[in-house]
């Protein structure tokens, strides 16, 4: 099956400074969506990006999908970036009907 | 409220008893998935409705798991007999369109915890 792989697993930030998370996918997906769970577990949906660039506030996302990544650029990071951020791509196969493959996560650490 | 909505929030069972997780999704909402997510992993795919039909449930693992949405609104996830390994995070997500047409949007998950 698909594969989804995210990098790096843990990092760790001073407060202000900046950091991009990495997506890749094994295959081809038809979309692709970035999450933020926090540490009460809720997991808050960030982009919902196939292709291209979005930006809200100090977060943007960019998929490149003819290459396989996406990538999350979260800019002067603050204490409630903290968390998990899970990238989730669709796989719609014949017998799918658009279930989310989760990668393992970034485990984000932001210190004050 | 506006959002997915699951209850209870934390189930504590014996092993060998049956359970019942509810999932109220966002009203109008077409799609509706439920999800498994074991300590520090991501979430795993369980099953799909489409209103009340139960398009895909390739994800249940085992006969023990069964779901509905009879009225394709409300769902619940039963499992039946109980076991250690059945503890996760059971989240529900709904999303406004068919399939992979419209991002998913999550409740806050039930931790179910057997002993």
């Known amino acids: 099956g698909i594969q989804v792989e995210q990098s790096p697993p843990d990092l760790i930030l001073q407060e202000g400074a900046n950091s991009t998370l990495r997506c890749n996918f094994s295959?081809?997906?038809?979309?692709l969506q970035w999450f933020h769970q926090n540490p009460w577990g809720q997991l808050i949906n960030l982009f919902y990006?196939?292709?291209g660039t979005k930006q809200n506030g100090r977060l943007s996302a960019t998929t490149v999908a003819t290459e396989r990544y996406s990538l999350l650029y979260i800019s002067s990071s603050q204490t409630t970036d903290s968390g998990v951020y899970f990238c989730?791509?669709?796989?719609?196969?014949?017998?799918?009907?658009?279930?989310?493959?989760f990668g393992k996560g970034t485990k984000l650490s932001v210190k004050p | 409220g506006a959002g997915v909505s699951q209850s209870p929030r934390y189930k504590v069972a014996k092993r060998g008893q049956d359970v019942a997780l509810r999932c109220d999704p966002i009203s109008g909402h077409v799609s509706l998935f439920w999800y498994q997510q074991a300590l520090g992993q991501g979430p795993e795919f369980l099953t799909y409705?489409?209103?009340?039909?139960?398009?895909?449930k390739s994800g249940l693992p085992s006969d023990r798991f069964f779901a509905e949405r009879p009225e394709g609104s409300v769902s619940t996830l039963k499992i039946q007999r109980t076991q250690q390994e059945d503890s996760a995070v059971y989240l529900c997500?709904?999303?406004?369109?068919?399939?992979?047409?419209?991002?998913?949007?999550f409740g806050d998950g039930t931790r179910l915890s057997i002993l």
């Open positions: 409705f489409q209103n009340e039909a139960q398009l895909d």
């Open positions: 997500a709904s999303s406004s369109g068919r399939g992979i047409s419209q991002p998913q949007h």
């Open positions: 990006i196939p292709s």
């Open positions: 989730a791509v669709f796989m719609n196969y014949g017998g799918s009907q658009g279930n989310l493959i």
């Open positions: 295959d081809s997906v038809n979309n």
